[in-house]
């Protein structure tokens, strides 16, 4: 990643400026979780949790989460986004701990010219609570209500309003789902809190969400079927159910994150899925990353289970530095992708291209207008690095030689580059290793 992204992310942490990433995860300058995607005012904002290292003078359970207040981030396209910085902290909160780290999965929902902003945090006496704050604006700021929901207990919540304007929250109580109406001033239960305990049972179900489509209602919610969560669906033909199994929507982590949290949000004519991974940390699923990528409902309304990637969502500017460590696809374990630093998971990765015809392929890269003159790589290692659109056996539009052991920046005139949206491919025709941070059209 070059200083002016990092700049970038920088000051989007102070200033709340853009920052342009539409690759998995899509937010890299902080760890982030349990987004709860919104379409307001044309935008999408998500709402997230926020998993941060242990503070001086923590004292909290070790080796846990660690959370302590939440961001919103905003986009118009999925590609440029807009951290908006705190939204509410934990020592806001009139009723909560202010040590106990346990802001948990959020939601925001309007309603009548007001954002409610629903949160679970520790009380005082260390029970969990959900409490609501409200804003004028999708970004706040938010003002926390002096004391949580009374008669909820849990974590996790999520209000649906349906088409007739009855809000309701379902969230996780006892590591299961339960449900009830909200009364219009949104603040408060109205009526029996009803279980859903009609789900299968065994495991653990937390961070429901609801949606409603087609006149069909969708339940969704993390499960642990088997050893570690995954995206479950049921659905009604009510808001208040019974509602029927009827899959999984995303299959358990490959790399193992134990917690699923997730939304689901049509923008502008396409489904998508925002969830959370373990990128950034590796080794520790307690510090996630939010993410997001294309779903599909067939014909008779089932959810097709998505396929998790690196490349995410959103067009990529050829001008911009390309992540090609996002990639598509590649052609096999001779492309390798690592941290730049080690040390510092927040600078992004490198690809590295191990010997002859090694590829990577990086989807959906907007030209344009085309005619871009040359491309920029930074890259370090000895090699050939072919540069192709549209196809892998398509024309050689551009040749960069990589000759140096420290990182450094080579171009090669480019030539032919056609207007539009096209895949793009890059293939070492050296023997040796090359390793890549981005690609560039100028
Ligand atoms: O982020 C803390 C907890 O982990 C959430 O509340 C759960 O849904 C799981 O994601």
């Known amino acids: 990643m070059k200083h002016t992204v990092r700049l970038a992310i920088g000051l989007a942490a102070l200033l709340h400026v853009s920052v342009a990433l539409a690759t998995n995860p899509f937010i890299t300058d902080q760890f982030t979780a349990d987004p709860t995607a919104r379409v307001f005012e044309g935008k999408v904002y998500v709402y997230a949790s926020h998993d941060i290292h242990e503070p001086p003078g923590y004292t909290g359970r070790k080796n846990w989460f660690v959370m302590e207040d939440y961001h919103v981030f905003s986009s118009e396209n ?22 106990a780290y346990a802001m948990w999965a959020p939601d925001c929902v309007y309603k009548d010219g007001k954002y409610y902003f629903y949160f679970p945090a520790k009380d005082k006496n260390g029970g969990r609570r959900i409490g609501v704050a409200i804003g004028d604006t999708p970004i706040g ?40 109406k909200l009364k219009p ?15 299968p049972k065994k495991g653990l179900q937390e961070g429901p969400f609801m949606l409603e489509r087609k006149g069909v209602y969708y339940l969704t919610y993390p499960h642990v079927a ?20 009827a899959g999984v929507l995303l299959d358990e982590s490959e790399t193992g994150c134990w917690t699923s949290h997730h939304s689901l949000l049509e923008y502008q004519g396409q489904w998508y899925l925002f969830y959370h991974d373990r990128d950034l940390s590796p080794g520790f699923d307690k510090r996630r990353s939010i993410r997001a990528d294309k779903l599909y409902f067939n014909d008779d309304g089932s959810i097709r289970k998505v396929t998790p990637t690196l490349r995410g969502v959103g067009l990529v500017k050829a001008t911009s530095e390309i992540q090609i460590d996002r990639y598509s696809a590649r052609s096999g374990d001779a492309v390798t992708v690592s941290f730049l630093d080690d040390a510092n998971p927040h600078a992004g990765w490198k690809t590295a291209f191990n010997g002859a015809q090694s590829w990577a392929r990086f989807d959906e890269v907007d030209f344009a ?22 196809r892998a056996d398509g024309p050689v539009i551009g040749t960069v030689k990589v000759a140096g052991a420290d990182w450094g920046n080579a171009s090669s005139r480019v030539k032919r580059v056609p207007a539009g949206v096209h895949d793009l491919f890059v293939t070492q025709s050296g023997a040796e290793t090359v390793e890549v941070d981005w690609v560039s059209f100028r």
């Open 78 to 99: 999925l590609n440029d986004w807009t951290d908006h910085g705190v939204i509410l902290t934990q020592k806001d909160v009139p009723w909560a701990d202010g040590n």
């Open 141 to 180: 700021p938010f003002k926390p209500q002096p004391d949580y929901m009374q008669g909820v207990t849990g974590i996790d919540p999520d209000v649906f309003i349906d088409k007739d304007g009855s809000a309701y929250m379902s969230w996780s109580r006892n590591d299961a789902l339960v449900m009830a």
């Open 185 to 199: 001033d949104m603040l408060e239960i109205d009526g029996d809190i009803i279980a859903l305990d009609y789900l």
């Open 226 to 245: 088997n050893k570690i969560e995954r995206l479950e669906y049921a659905t009604s033909d009510s808001p208040t159910g019974p509602f029927k199994w």
């Open 369 to 390: 207008r085309g005619k871009q003159k040359s491309v920029e790589v930074r890259a370090r290692g000895k090699g050939e690095l072919q540069i192709r659109l549209g």
